[in-house]
C-alpha cells in the first residue's frame, strides 16, 4: 500500500493528513493557532507558529496513520490563499507577522488605484477585482513600514511568498523558492493566461520582481523533504490553493462542473476548461490547477462571506442553540419560515453582489414568528447566496449545472443540502469524504507520482455518500427566489451614510 500526506494549512488551523491509494483518510492531526488582531480591521497569523503546527501535525498524522515514513510516495500543500508572508533569506526568520487575507489595512491604497482608474486593466490582466484581500499590497505594506526593508529587498536578502511557498521554504532548509499557479494567481501580480510575473504589475503595486518566487505547475517537482523532518525522505509533488485543491479533490475534472464548500464562508469554483473567462456577472477568473506541460485549467470562482458562520451566530449571538449541529432539528421543528427571510450580510455582501455596505436583516417577523422560524430562514439565507453565486456562474460559463458537488463543514446538514438543492432546481451531490481541500492536494501528488496513472482512476475511488434531487416546482422556486430579492435589497446599502456622512 502507498501513502500521501497532504498538509492542510488553514486559516484557523494547521492539519495533517495521510491518504492512502484507495483514496481513504488513515491519519489525521489537527491543531489551531494563535489569530492576532492589532488594529480594527488587522488579521495577523506567527509565519514560526503556522510552520511549527504544520509540521508537528504531520508527524503527528504519520503516527496516527501508523505507517512508516518510507512509504509516504508524496506530499501534497494546500493552503488558505493570498495570506502573504516576508522573510530572510540567510535565516529563514520572518521580519514581520503574515498578513492575512480576511486583513483590511490596505483598502486606502486599492482605493486610490481604483480612483487612479486602473482596476480595468488589473482585472484584465489578473482576473481579480481591485482589493485588500490580493497578496501584492500586503508584500508593499511589509516592505514599506518595517525599517529597511524595501532596501534590503533590492538588495535581494529578502524572500517573499503566500503559505504554500513559506511552507516549502521551511520544508526544503531554504533550498527552494517557488509557489504553483493557483496560489500565484491569488497575488494580483500573475498574468493569468501567460502565468508569469507581469512586469507592469509590479511597478503599480510597487513590488520588487526580488523577493517573488518561481511560478511552477500543481504538480511539479518542488523539493524534497529531509529524513530529519519526517524520518524518510519525501518528496513534495504538489501544491495547491485550498479552494482550486477543493475543486480538484471533488474531481471537477471537465468544464462546467463545480463545486461548493460550506465553510464558514461558501466557496463556489467552477471549471470552465483551457481558457479563462473573463466574468460579466462580477466573479473571479482564475487558475484551477496546471498539471505536467498540459495547457493550463481554468475557474470562475465566487465567494459569500457569512455561509456557517451565520449558524454559528445562532448559537453565539441568539443564543437559540446549543451547538451548530442542532439548527437542524430547530429548523426542522416547523415546516416552513412562515415568510421570514434573513440575509446573513454581517459583513457586507460578497459576490455577486459585491456591497460592503450591505448589513444583516430579518425580515417578514410576525406575532406568531418563532426561534424556529428564524433558525429555519437562516438556513435559508445561506443557500439563497449560494444560489445568486450560481446564476451568475451559469451566466458567465453561458451553460446551466448538472449537478453542485459539496463539501465543508456545514454540508453536513441534510436540510441545508435539500434546500440548496430545492433553490438552485439542481441535485446536490455530497461524497463520503467531505475533505475535499487536503483529498485535492493528495490527489495531485499521488497523480504525480505514479500512485493512480490519471484521473479517472481516481472516479473509481470517489464514494457518493447522498445526492439530494430537487423536488420543489419551478413556481414554487421562482417565487421564493423573487422573495429572496426583495430582502437582499433591504440588506443593501444599511451601513452607508452613518454617522450622518
Ligand atoms: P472552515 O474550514 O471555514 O473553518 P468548516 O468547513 O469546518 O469551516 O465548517 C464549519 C461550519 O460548519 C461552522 O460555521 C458550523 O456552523 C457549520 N456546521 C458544522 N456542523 C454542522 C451541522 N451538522 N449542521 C449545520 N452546520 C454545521
Known amino acids: ?65 501508523r505507517v512508516a515514513a518510507r512509504h509516504i510516495a508524496a506530499i501534497g500543500i494546500t493552503n488558505q490563499r493570498e495570506t502573504t508572508v516576508v522573510w530572510e533569506r540567510s535565516t529563514g526568520r520572518p521580519i514581520a507577522n503574515a498578513i492575512v487575507w ?8 486599492t482605493e486610490r488605484l481604483k480612483r487612479d482608474g486602473v482596476e480595468a486593466h488589473v482585472s484584465r490582466i489578473t482576473g481579480l477585482v481591485l482589493d485588500p484581500y490580493f497578496s501584492a499590497t500586503k508584500i508593499a505594506w511589509i516592505l514599506d513600514h518595517v525599517p529597511g526593508a524595501r532596501a534590503r529587498a533590492e538588495k535581494g536578502e529578502l524572500a517573499a511568498g503566500t503559505v504554500d511557498t513559506w511552507l516549502l521554504w521551511k520544508l526544503t532548509g531554504g533550498a527552494v523558492h517557488a509557489t504553483d499557479v493557483t496560489n500565484a494567481s491569488r497575488t494580483s501580480l500573475m498574468n493569468l493566461r501567460a502565468q508569469a510575473w507581469d512586469p507592469e504589475l509590479l511597478k503599480l503595486f510597487d513590488v520588487p520582481a526580488s523577493v517573488l518566487p518561481e511560478i511552477r505547475a500543481c504538480d511539479a517537482t518542488f523539493g524534497v523533504a529531509p529524513a530529519e523532518l519526517f524520518g524518510a525522505e519525501v518528496p513534495i509533488r504538489a501544491m495547491v490553493g485550498d479552494q482550486q485543491a477543493a475543486l480538484f479533490g471533488q474531481l471537477c475534472t471537465r468544464p462546467g462542473m463545480a463545486k461548493n464548500t460550506f465553510g464558514t464562508g461558501c466557496f463556489m469554483l467552477m471549471q470552465v ?21 498540459a495547457a493550463a485549467t481554468y475557474a470562475i470562482e465566487g465567494s459569500v462571506f457569512v455561509g456557517g458562520s451565520a449558524i454559528q451566530w445562532l448559537r453565539d449571538g441568539l443564543g437559540i442553540i446549543r451547538s451548530a449541529p442542532d439548527v437542524n432539528a430547530l429548523a426542522s421543528s416547523v415546516p416552513d419560515a412562515d415568510g421570514v427571510m434573513m440575509v ?146 433591504r440588506s443593501r446599502r444599511w451601513d452607508e451614510g452613518k454617522a450622518g456622512t
Open 1 to 65: 500500500m502507498k501513502y500521501i500526506l497532504a498538509l492542510d494549512q488553514g486559516t484557523t488551523s494547521s492539519r495533517g493528513i495521510v491518504f492512502d491509494e484507495r483514496g481513504a483518510i488513515c491519519g489525521v492531526a489537527q491543531k489551531e493557532f494563535r489569530q492576532h488582531f492589532p488594529q480594527s480591521g488587522w488579521v495577523e497569523h506567527d509565519a514560526e507558529e503556522i510552520w511549527q503546527t504544520q509540521l508537528e501535525t504531520a508527524r503527528q498524522a504519520i503516527k496516527n496513520a
Open 102 to 109: 480576511q486583513d483590511r489595512r490596505t483598502a486606502p491604497v
Open 273 to 293: 476548461g483551457e481558457q479563462a473567462v473573463d466574468s460579466r456577472n462580477h466573479l473571479l477568473s482564475t487558475m484551477a490547477w496546471k498539471r505536467g506541460d
Open 344 to 489: 446573513p450580510a454581517f459583513t457586507g455582501l460578497g459576490a455577486p453582489h459585491w456591497d460592503p455596505t450591505a448589513r444583516g436583516v430579518i425580515v417578514g417577523i410576525s406575532r406568531g414568528t418563532k426561534a424556529a422560524h428564524i433558525a429555519r430562514a437562516t438556513l435559508e439565507g445561506i443557500a439563497h447566496q449560494v444560489a445568486d453565486l450560481m446564476q451568475a456562474m451559469t451566466a458567465d460559463a453561458g451553460k446551466a449545472l448538472d449537478v453542485l458537488r459539496v463539501d465543508g463543514g456545514a454540508s453536513a446538514s441534510d436540510m441545508l443540502m435539500q434546500m440548496q438543492a430545492d433553490l438552485l432546481g439542481v441535485p446536490v451531490e455530497r461524497p463520503k469524504v467531505v475533505e475535499s481541500t487536503a483529498q485535492g492536494a493528495a490527489f495531485m501528488a499521488g497523480l504525480a507520482v505514479g500512485v493512480w496513472s490519471d484521473p479517472s482512476q481516481i472516479e473509481h475511488i470517489r464514494r457518493i455518500d447522498r445526492t439530494f434531487a430537487p423536488v420543489w416546482s419551478a413556481d414554487r422556486r421562482s417565487a421564493a427566489r423573487a422573495q429572496w430579492q426583495r430582502a437582499i435589497e
